[in-house]
């Protein structure tokens, strides 16, 4: 009996020790390593397809893309469902947080892989670079300077998007390293972008391979402020009419509006009493703003308005922008 309990405990202490090595196996996959940078060569293995499978795959770029795996198709899975692979990352691949994912194309299975991509590290240890200044608007022309080049050599430059693509800039600056391996340059930013964030000028020398990345951001304008409603009279009894200006709206925008009374209702205001005084109103004439988004009208209280502080409300219909001008209703004396 002792012999039988002893035979039992040895044949679980195996079973557990199996264990981990059959879930290891079964695992959706891995990648090596988790992180690298521009040039790193990456490892991947994935489990769990139908045997001899053909599979699918693309990346997920860091700004959220969705590209084919442009390095040649992948060969089919193993008659054990596994497929194994490997992948240099390009030394333009934009930095950031990456998504590599295969599909089996018969049995659906989707085994998706997350690793990063830091800045190229091939900057020398004694390399130093400045810009002024750091940010400036569209248009704004950039000075910067890097060292740690060979002197005398070759130097390329080139500037990247805030989503890593290249951009074909404007640049003047030294074609090789002066004394002290220095260069020295000027970029002329673009006047129209609409590509707000940090851009990167990239200066690498022909010889050295050294790389220097200087960091750049064009900010987005200033939004000039919008200008407060206003209603004139700021106080009026009822029955008269007040004249209003508002803006902050789309161009050419429809528009709605509504008064708030003192006593909490909503008093509703059809945009046909805004209708301009002309003779021939044409037949599709709708409430709207202007082509600079401003709107001027005039309304005339309720001859019964009830007095205390009122708000009329107008609001565009696409934008959901909205402006209240408030005033001031008194008994008739």
Partial sequence: MQRFVW??????????????????????????PDTGTQGTRFVFLANGFAANERVGSWA?????????????????????????????????????????????ISSGTVRVFTFGINPASSVAPSAAYNVQPASGRPGQIFGFYATGFTEGEAVNATVRMPDGSPFDATLTYDQAARAGGRVDGRWFSPADTTHYGTWQIVLRGAKSGVTVTIPATIAAPAAPPTPAPSVSPAVGRPGMTFLFKMSGFQPNELLSAWANVPNGTVLPIDSSVFQPAIRDVPKDWQWRAGDDGSVSFSWAVPADAVPGTWSLVVQGRTSGAAQVAAFQVIARG
């Fill in 7 to 32: 035979l039992m405990l040895v044949a679980m202490l195996l079973a557990l020790a199996a264990a981990p090595a059959a879930q290891a196996a079964t695992a959706p996959g891995s990648v090596t």
């Fill in 60 to 104: 997920n770029t860091p700004d959220g893309r969705a590209i084919a795996y442009t390095t040649g198709a992948l060969p089919n899975t193993l008659s054990d469902g596994s497929i194994s692979w490997s992948w240099v990352a390009p030394v333009d691949i934009q930095p950031g947080t990456w998504q590599f994912v295969v599909q089996g």
